[in-house]
T-cell receptor, first 114, second 116 residues
Framework: DTAVSQTPKYLVTQMGNDKSIKCEQNLGHDTMYWYKQDSKKFLKIMFSYNNKELIINETVPNRFSPKSPDKAHLNLHINSLELGDSAVYFC?????????????FGSGTRLTVV | AQSVTQPDIHITVSEGASLELRCNYSYGATPYLFWYVQSPGQGLQLLLKYFSGDTLVQGIKGFEAEFKRSQSSFNLRKPSVHWSDAAEYFCAVVPLYSGGYNKLIFGAGTRLAVHP
């Protein structure tokens, strides 16, 4: 039973399209995150939600819009996709917003924009 | 500037040899410290973490890490490397701020290759 699951695992789409990535955690954690891993493997936080409330919003283009319908789900919608959006996107969760116990990551969604 | 540094981008070791991956951080107070591993095409798996107490931390897969406050370091070690350890290793920190919410910040990663 996967703790943090993301769908889809792979996503290939054309520039200008709109796409969504879904994430669900069954750990009972309060806080969820989106991270982006670029082609050089560098990981950077994008957003964080705590109990459906946005608590961290890094400098991300407003074409990216997270949505958390409940504390077990955090989706990422991307409008007007650009070539530079190609990356691996990881969802993660933590027990609380303090992060002391570490984060549990999903297996990632590889987004390729052509 | 506040940062997490992994000085070695790429390390190659022979199977059975010992391993040490370096990590240094630059934050005012000691942050929470973590090591994650990412196998090719996979997600991130937590190897171990340090909050306080004993400075030598044991993790999964035979890994350990030692926290050294004087050096602001949290180096990862394994006495004998297996071919299956070939992966990308990330040091990460959660800086501690008074109030508010924290976030996990990653180093740039060290790619480990293992020769038979």
């Amino acid at each position: 039973d996967t703790a943090v699951s993301q769908t889809p695992k792979y996503l290939v789409t054309q520039m200008g399209n709109d796409k969504s990535i879904k994430c669900e955690q069954n750990l009972g954690h309060d806080t969820m995150y989106w991270y982006k891993q670029d082609s050089k493997k560098f990981l950077k936080i994008m957003f964080s939600y705590n109990n459906k409330e946005l608590i961290i919003n890094e400098t991300v283009p407003n074409r990216f819009s997270p949505k958390s319908p409940d504390k077990a789900h955090l989706n990422l919608h991307i409008n007007s996709l650009e070539l530079g959006d190609s990356a691996v996107y990881f969802c993660a969760s933590s027990l609380d917003g303090q992060g002391a116990y570490g984060y549990t990551f999903g297996s990632g969604t590889r987004l390729t924009v052509v | 500037a506040q940062s997490v540094t992994q000085p070695d981008i790429h390390i190659t070791v022979s199977e059975g040899a010992s391993l040490e991956l370096r990590c240094n951080y630059s934050y005012g107070a000691t942050p929470y410290l973590f090591w994650y591993v990412q196998s090719p095409g996979q997600g991130l798996q937590l190897l171990l973490k340090y909050f306080s107490g004993d400075t030598l931390v044991q993790g999964i897969k035979g890994f350990e890490a030692e926290f050294k406050r004087s050096q602001s370091s949290f180096n990862l070690r394994k006495p004998s490397v297996h071919w299956s350890d070939a992966a990308e290793y990330f040091c990460a920190v959660v800086p501690l701020y008074s109030g508010g919410y924290n976030k996990l910040i990653f180093g740039a990663g060290t790619r480990l290759a293992v020769h038979p």
